[in-house]
């Protein structure tokens, strides 16, 4: 869903400062936006380690001056039963699913205040609206994304700060695909009114409208891409 995303921005002509923790992509997907059309800073950087997210937001201020725009894409989780979950379990959790986008917000959100402008674009789930079984504290990081893009809607309003959020249902990302088995998608699919998986380019087209001007008069909210599995 992040690289659709960044293609989506990429094909509208903007700089993109992408982050993630795996180095040895850099190149590759640096070319890849810019054949798509968009400017590319890659950077590396652990979301939940406050100096590296520091250092993160420093190179793209330096590059490109303003962040007009932050799309915090982090996540991730195992099935697994709460009762068969442990405190490391809880914490590993948190750290990836909440702690990433406090981090990288709060560095942020310094340089939006001064500019008096700026679009932030969560990625929570439909997890974080019904629960998921099996998937309890990932559930509640997401359900924290949701309540926090309204906090911080209505704090930073008076900066022209917009704050929304992306609820995405089941995905067909390729690690979704990969590591969901059959039995598994087949009850999924059951759950979902339009008999079908999402697409990530699907997910990603609710995210630039969200950040776009076009959404000027939205804030606070959380756009479900879901097939009509939640409806809110």
């Not at 750290?95 to 990625?123: C, F, K, P, Y």
Request: aromatic share 6%; net charge neutral; hydrophobic share 45%.
């Amino acid at each position: 869903m992040g690289r659709a995303s960044a293609l989506r921005f990429a094909r509208e002509g903007a700089r993109l400062a992408i982050c993630d923790i795996q180095p040895q992509k850099g190149d590759e997907i640096v070319r890849e936006m810019k054949r798509a059309g968009g400017d590319c800073l890659y950077l590396t950087a652990d979301v939940t380690n406050r100096v590296q997210v520091a250092e993160m937001v420093n190179a793209v201020k330096a590059n490109y001056r303003a962040i007009d725009i932050l799309v915090n894409n982090v996540g991730g989780d195992r099935y697994q039963l709460f009762i068969e979950s442990e405190e490391d379990d809880w914490k590993e959790r948190i750290n990836l699913n909440l702690m990433g986008t406090l981090q990288v917000t709060r560095a942020v959100l310094e340089t939006m205040v001064h500019q008096r402008s700026g679009s932030i674009v969560n990625i929570a789930s439909s997890a974080g609206q019904i629960g998921g079984a099996g998937y309890a504290v990932y559930s509640a990081c997401k359900g924290a994304i949701i309540a926090i893009t309204k906090a911080w809607a209505r704090e930073f309003v008076d900066y022209n700060i917009r704050v929304n959020a992306v609820a995405p249902g089941s995905t067909g990302t390729p690690y979704f695909m990969s590591h969901t088995s059959p039995e598994e998608k087949a009850k999924l699919l059951a759950m979902i009114p339009m008999a079908r998986l999402g697409q990530p380019q699907e997910v990603a087209a609710a995210v630039f409208f969200l950040a776009a001007d076009e959404a000027s008069f939205i804030t606070g909210q959380t756009l479900g891409v879901n097939g009509g599995k939640v409806m809110l």
